[in-house]
């Protein structure tokens, strides 16, 4: 199978230091949902991996949650494509849990679904955690400037190799020409 795991907000949509809380604040970055009909055309499954402790700190409900995911749905089957599956952690960041990354956990989850092996697999984010996520799980990290990449392409060092692209459109035009 072939498989990418995008993370959420900063890479599919915009991101705020205030959360996401409803559908109406769910903005899609310009190209990310084409970027999504690109892979898929491809024969890529889409994946996210997306952590949402503004569940956990009573900022959205999963209800919420849930309309958010829906426009998100609904703008990349628009744009003729389609995500096979939105994983989230709703845990605090004090919570413990195994799923909020950057634990391995959610990366996990998705290649146990799709039966996929994560040394196989790209996941696209634009934080340290996600970064941080990818490696632990044995995925490849791909880093974006939207969101928070730009403050995080700061943070990681020259010696991790990471792949940067300006946003999710520029990763997949370049991914696909060299995959073809």
């Given at each position: 199978?072939?498989?990418?795991?995008?993370?959420?907000?900063?890479?599919?949509?915009?991101?705020?230091?205030?959360?996401?809380?409803?559908?109406?604040?769910w903005i899609p970055i310009p190209g990310s949902a084409e970027a999504i009909t690109r892979l898929n055309h491809a024969?890529?499954?889409?994946?996210?991996?997306?952590?949402?402790?503004?569940?956990?700190?009573?900022?959205?409900?999963?209800?919420?949650?849930?309309?958010?995911?829906?426009?998100?749905?609904?703008?990349?089957?628009?744009?003729?494509?389609?995500?096979?599956?939105?994983?989230?952690?709703?845990?605090?960041?004090?919570?413990?849990?195994?799923?909020?990354?950057?634990?391995?956990?959610?990366?996990?989850?998705?290649?146990?679904?799709?039966?996929?092996?994560?040394?196989?697999?790209?996941?696209?984010?634009?934080?340290?955690?996600?970064?941080n996520a990818a490696k632990n799980a044995g995925a490849h990290p791909i880093l974006v400037r939207t969101g928070k990449?730009?403050?995080?392409?700061?943070?990681?060092?020259?010696?991790?190799?990471?792949?940067?692209?300006?946003?999710?459109?520029?990763?997949?035009?370049?991914?696909?020409?060299?995959?073809?």
């Amino acid at each position: 199978m072939k498989l990418i795991i995008l993370d959420r907000d900063g890479v599919i949509n915009q991101d705020s230091d205030d959360y996401i809380k409803s559908a109406q604040e769910w903005i899609p970055i310009p190209g990310s949902a084409e970027a999504i009909t690109r892979l898929n055309h491809a024969g890529y499954t889409v994946a996210v991996a997306t952590n949402q402790s503004g569940l956990a700190r009573n900022f959205f409900s999963v209800s919420d949650l849930n309309a958010m995911h829906d426009k998100m749905q609904k703008t990349v089957l628009k744009a003729g494509g389609k995500i096979e599956g939105i994983f989230y952690c709703p845990h605090g960041p004090n919570d413990g849990c195994d799923c909020r990354k950057p634990s391995p956990g959610l990366l996990l989850q998705i290649a146990e679904r799709f039966s996929a092996n994560l040394q196989d697999v790209y996941f696209v984010g634009d934080s340290l955690s996600d970064i941080n996520a990818a490696k632990n799980a044995g995925a490849h990290p791909i880093l974006v400037r939207t969101g928070k990449g730009r403050s995080t392409e700061n943070k990681i060092s020259s010696d991790d190799k990471i792949p940067v692209y300006d946003n999710l459109y520029s990763f997949v035009n370049q991914f696909l020409s060299n995959a073809g």
